[in-house]
């Protein structure tokens, strides 16, 4: 075990991939020379030379339609946008292209590419460069959305996302490349589409997605010091869902909670709600909270920013109101 | 028979007054058939019949007053009652209600649960009319909440306003104009009142589905929950709570109706807790209920074939494996992290050169009752998971060296826990290792994996005296199971084969060539 950063487990994710399997291969705005504009690929042309690792112009659009083409061709490859809010000028050979090929042929054809990008707010980089896009994309099947919390399953889940052989979005916190935590030495991976219960408790039960997860933690934390026992589910991949254990929790529990950062209209909280009211009704003692960002664009100002971010009081808060205080 | 007594409307109401009996007495009635209509809070409701019979006895006239509980009369056959309902004269009736009234009042407390009956008849059954019934007023929720916070009760809103969809404005105008429930006026004249049926006289008792579920696997009602633990809106504590506490006395008799010891339950000498404590005995609660999938179904099946079909027999040896851990001990400080040494890789190893001399052991019976005997020796190892028991197969397991199988029983051990097993790492055994001994077990025995015919189980270290050139001393022993299949494998091979298992192990060495 070492501990190691969120920005550095990534960037031996693709250090080990890149030696593993030479159909590997980097691209995007900045991530060679520049080393990424957070230092994620920081020294992984030097290390694998300009075939492998390479910048691009300025253009989404041309990103998205040559990784869809080389994937075809039978190569992986990992381009980097270089903030989510750009996933929208991708999007087109993303969701029309990339998530429909496997279908459409029928032959068995698979577009293996990873798209990596940044999400979230908390950096004052205003509402062009701060969104988290999960709700674009989590109604395209035949894409695999993954929002991995810690410098452990960054780094398998990454790993794992390079070797499958479906398109990935791989969504990165931008407020936490410097999050630590124990990562094991060696290869291994984190299997997609398995959620992974991050704390055990028995009185209420809060789904969190990504960056969310680290704020559900603290929260519970405190809660624990009153005696109120929250557990922890962190989905990592969020679609495909693995459901059966946020169902199992809730039967225990009784009461859910949904937290991400994005707004929760129409947000993918909306979605773990209503799978559960589905399956799981009849085992709810209170209304489902949903915790998120308001319907509004991210303010750029801090103090506002601040405020439209999900945080520790907005949780408890709503673990409050499950129980009924 | 049924005792038509005043029934609980709402949290606050203490007290009704009958307004009109609607059968006379000794008039035959029938289930759902609006018998007496009562009168508190402002608002009318009616009792209806629960059964076909005869109005037997009226026990309150029209305009009395009298405390919730109160029995106002009965229904029945006409041999159920002492009165002869079909000659009943005027005085008659009267001695009897002026009987009737002095001393039922009195019994109120010890008849709550006709009362909690009867308070949900007039709800339940109130619909059943020959036309359709334009049902009852509508609510959005913001009115429902408004009214709960000003303390008037939709019932009244309806009834003052005539509307049947209610307004968060109507709600406001009744708030306004009208006393609050709980003052002490004189009873408002009869005809003053909108005199129609309101189906909802316990007010409105939310409860969440869970609390729902709860009362509805203990039989208690919604209403008495809410009512005890003093809440409108009930969540499964009260439930569990009001069944732990609450209960002995009030349990409704739909949950006890197959029995006809309800009366029982309320002698003299008999505790509170009696009916909930009763329960317990007769009733395990479930916790929960899941159907038997994923890896606990592959189980499921497979174990039931072993069971329903094998002829499974096991033996035993005692292996002394001092001079194997020493060895053991050796090894990891000579190869280092690179190879993990595996004790699992020498009992592999001592397999694999033992089964082609018991070739019963690596065979399995195939469904055409063969017995197919297998030229390769592949060793499968049981590996507990998060997802349950993984069997990965080490091919070839009789060519492979200690140093070569430590490798493999890292990889394949490392690979079943994190998910990351290929599909023919997990099938083409021929024969199974199962190590409870991880766990602790000192002597466990293993299940064969069918079709195999045979699985050896590694069992716990344990420090033991022993016994070496006459002396005692100080050793450690494993204990080996071997269960096989004894319709295909005789006894003596299983023996046989476990020996020479047991041999090699105590000569390590040898393994190590």
Known sequence: MSELTVRESINQALAEELERDERVFLYGEDVADYGGLYQVTA??????????????????????????????????????????????????????????????????????????????????????????????FQNVPG??????????????????????????????????????????????????????????????????????????????????????????????????????PIFDSVRKTHRLVVVHEAATFGGFGGEIAAEVAEEALFHLDAPIERVGAPFTPVPFAENLEEAYLPDEDDVIAAVRNTLGE | MQRLTLPKGGKTMEEGTVVEWLVAEGEPVSAGEPVVLFESEKMTSEITASEDGVLLER????????????????????????????????????????????????????????????????????????????????????TRRLAREHGVSLSAVAAETGARRLTPAAVEAVAAGSNPPTEDGPAPDADELVVEPVPNPEGDVLGSPWARTLAANYGVSLEAVADAAGTDRVRAADVTNYVERDAGGTTEPSATAAEPAVESAVEPGSD????????????????????????????????????????????????????????????????GEDVPVSLTAFVVRAVGRSLPDYETLNAEVTEAKTLRIYEDVNVGIAVDTDDGLLVPTIYDANDRTVRGLSREVGRLA???????????????????VSNAGSLGAYINTPQINPPQTAVLGTCAIVDEPGIVDGEVVPRKFMHLTLTYDHRVVEGATAVGFLQEVKSRLEAPESLLS
Not at chain 1, 59 to 64: A, D, F, M, R, V
Not at chain 1, 174 to 192: I, S, W
Request: aromatic share 6%.
């Open chain 1, 143 to 244: 894409i695999k959305l993954v929002a991995p919390s810690t410098p452990h399953d960054y780094k398998g889940l990454l790993k794992a996302a390079i070797r499958d052989d479906d398109p990935v979005i791989f969504l990165e916190n931008k407020l936490r490349y410097e999050t630590e935590g124990e990562v094991p030495n060696g290869g291994y991976t984190v299997p997609l589409c398995r959620s992974d219960r991050k704390r055990e408790g028995e009185d209420v039960t809060v789904v969190a997605i990504g960056g969310m997860v680290d704020v559900a933690l603290a929260a519970a934390d405190r809660l624990a010091t009153e005696g109120i026992d929250v557990e922890v589910i962190d989905p990592r991949t969020v679609v495909p869902l693995d459901k059966e």
């Open chain 2, 59 to 142: 026990a309150v006239e029209a305009g009395e007053t009298v405390p919730v509980g109160t029995e106002l009369g009965r229904i029945g056959e006409e041999s159920d009652g002492s009165t002869d309902a079909g000659t009943v004269s005027g005085e008659d009736v009267g001695t009897a209600s002026g009987e009737g009234v002095g001393t039922r009042a009195g019994e109120t407390g010890s008849d709550r649960p006709e009362s909690v009956d009867a308070g949900r008849g007039p709800g339940r059954s109130g619909s059943t009319g020959v036309e359709p019934d334009p049902g009852p007023f509508r609510a959005a929720p913001s």
């Open chain 1, 43 to 136: 020294g992984l042309q030097e290390r694998f030379g300009e075939e492998r690792v390479f910048d691009t112009p300025l253009s989404e659009t041309t990103l998205g339609g040559t990784a869809v083409g080389a994937a075809l061709t039978g190569t992986r490859p990992v381009v980097e946008i270089m903030f989510g809010d750009f996933l929208a000028i991708v999007a087109d050979h993303l969701t029309n292209y990339a998530a429909k090929m496997h279908f459409n042929y029928g032959d068995g054809t698979s577009v293996p590419l990873v798209v990596r990008t940044n999400y979230g707010a908390g950096d004052q980089f205003g509402l062009h460069h701060s969104q988290s896009p999960i709700a674009w």
């Open chain 2, 272 to 335: 509170a807790g009696g009916a909930a404590i009763e329960r317990d005995r007769t009733e395990p609660r479930v916790a929960r209920e899941a159907p038997i999938t994923g890896a606990r179904g592959v189980m499921f099946e497979r174990m039931g074939t072993v069971a329903g079909e094998y002829a499974s027999t096991t033996t035993v040896a005692r292996v002394d494996v001092t001079e194997l851990l020493a060895l053991y001990n050796r090894l990891s400080t000579a190869w």
């Open chain 2, 414 to 432: 490392s690979g079943a826990r994190e998910g990351t097993l290929e599909h023919d790492d997990l099938q083409n055994g021929t024969f199974t």
